[in-house]
């Protein structure tokens, strides 16, 4: 699934399934970055058994909430003034949250999303968006909640700090964004 040669500026991160979850899909994810500018592109690649996976129905796009109850892609951005959350359906719904602090003071934040249309395949489904970044952002932490068919959900993130999964982990935050 990996490039073997990644182009200048882009990264590609692996998601692991918290080890505390129930038993999951037999899935991988793969996240792309590159920062363009003022936004970020991002690409979240699930593959492997993806009909497995209860994947959201098409919404239209749209600012959302409660995204996180179902399937839902998350980047997490640090900032000067504490951090933000975005979230990206595959419905093509998204989020955007701001924090002053450790899961306090969440507010709708002003950045926007564009959630393009799903790409599918047999064996793969990924999801790629472009989202404004905030003025001071900082590292990046990545996650996902993928629901199963029978609607156990499993918690996917770059590290899990805390034996339960928490995704606004202060030690979540290691990526550096490109």
């Not at 996240?31 to 993806?50: C, N, S, T, Y």
């Not at 968006?129 to 990545?142: I, N």
Request: hydrophobic share 40%; proline share 7%.
């Amino acid at each position: 699934m990996l490039d073997p040669v990644e182009p200048e500026g882009l990264i590609t991160a692996m998601l692991r399934p918290h080890p505390g979850g129930m038993s999951r899909p037999a899935v991988q994810m793969e996240v792309k970055l590159e920062r363009q500018g003022d936004r970020l592109w991002v690409r979240f690649i699930v593959a492997g058994d993806v009909g497995a996976v209860k994947w959201p129905t098409d919404q239209g796009g749209g600012r959302a909430d409660r995204l996180w109850e179902q399937t839902c892609f998350e980047i997490f951005v640090r900032t000067a003034d504490g951090y933000r959350e975005f979230n990206l359906s595959p419905s093509g719904q998204w989020a955007s949250y701001g924090f002053v602090g450790y899961r306090e003071g969440m507010t709708e934040a002003a950045e926007i999303v564009d959630v393009s249309p799903l790409d599918l395949a047999s064996d793969m489904l990924a999801l790629e968006a472009r989202l404004d970044l905030p003025a001071s952002a900082g590292k990046l932490a990545l996650s996902a909640v993928i629901q199963a068919l029978n609607g156990d959900r499993t918690y996917w993130a770059l590290v899990h700090p805390s034996d339960k999964p928490d995704f606004h982990h202060p030690d979540s935050f290691i990526l550096d964004l490109p």
